[in-house]
T-cell receptor
């Protein structure tokens, strides 16, 4: 596709359930980022993938959060045993090589934990 | 630890006015600085990217400057239009891959 695609656009789930959020980056982009945007707060870096290198997981808030990127393209962010404080918009971005180019963002997944 | 602050938090101006949005950061050892706009319910759209070795970037009615030594960047919007209404975010990338965002400036341009 022309841009970064995220699915689902909205997700409502009960506390304690696991959720998977998907990101399909721009074709050919080797760098992929996940961010979280909570109500009233700025964007918070979660994780970064670059090609086949080990991801930078330094922003993941707890061990309930994990992410993978298969085949250097699509990425899945998984949140286990969701808590109400996980409610936020989860944004994915990609860039061609992850060095000096702009990041291109998807429209995000709005996650609501009941 | 890098911290990014944007002032003002919100701004309302009449159409046609020139305006300046401010961004400050605490650690001058940055790789680049990027300005984004975010429309309600949408992701971020990249406006301008300034590398650490650059002083400014221009795109149409937008001009962004960078003063690394003082930890400041400004986004200048000329002849504002109602379509410019959005939240503007400043983001700083350090030596690693982590990008730190400011909380944004909510701009409303009145017709």
């Amino acid at each position: 596709g022309a841009g970064v695609s995220q699915s689902p656009s909205n997700k409502v789930t009960e506390k304690g359930k696991d959720v998977e959020l998907r990101c399909d980056p721009i074709s050919g982009h080797t760098a992929l980022y996940w961010y979280r945007q909570s109500l009233g707060q700025g964007l918070e870096f979660l994780i970064y993938f670059q090609g086949n290198s080990a991801p930078d997981k330094s922003g993941l808030p707890s061990d309930r959060f994990s992410a993978e990127r298969t085949g250097g393209s699509v990425s899945t962010l998984t949140i286990q045993r969701t808590q109400q404080e996980d409610s936020a918009v989860y944004l994915c971005a990609s860039s061609p090589t992850g060095t000096s180019e702009p990041q291109h963002f998807g429209d995000g997944t709005r996650l609501s934990i009941l | 630890k890098q911290e990014v602050t944007q002032i003002p938090a919100a701004l309302s101006v009449p159409e046609g006015e020139n305006l300046v949005l401010n961004c400050s950061f605490t650690d001058s050892a940055i790789y680049n600085l990027q300005w984004f706009r975010q429309d309600p319910g949408k992701g971020l759209t990249s406006l301008l990217l300034i590398q650490s070795s650059q002083r400014e970037q221009t795109s149409g009615r937008l001009n962004a400057s960078l003063d690394k030594s003082s930890g400041r960047s400004t986004l200048y919007i000329a002849a504002s239009q109602p379509g410019d209404s959005a939240t503007y975010l400043c983001a700083v990338r350090g030596g690693g891959f982590k990008t730190i965002f400011g909380a944004g400036t909510r701009l409303f341009v009145k017709a």
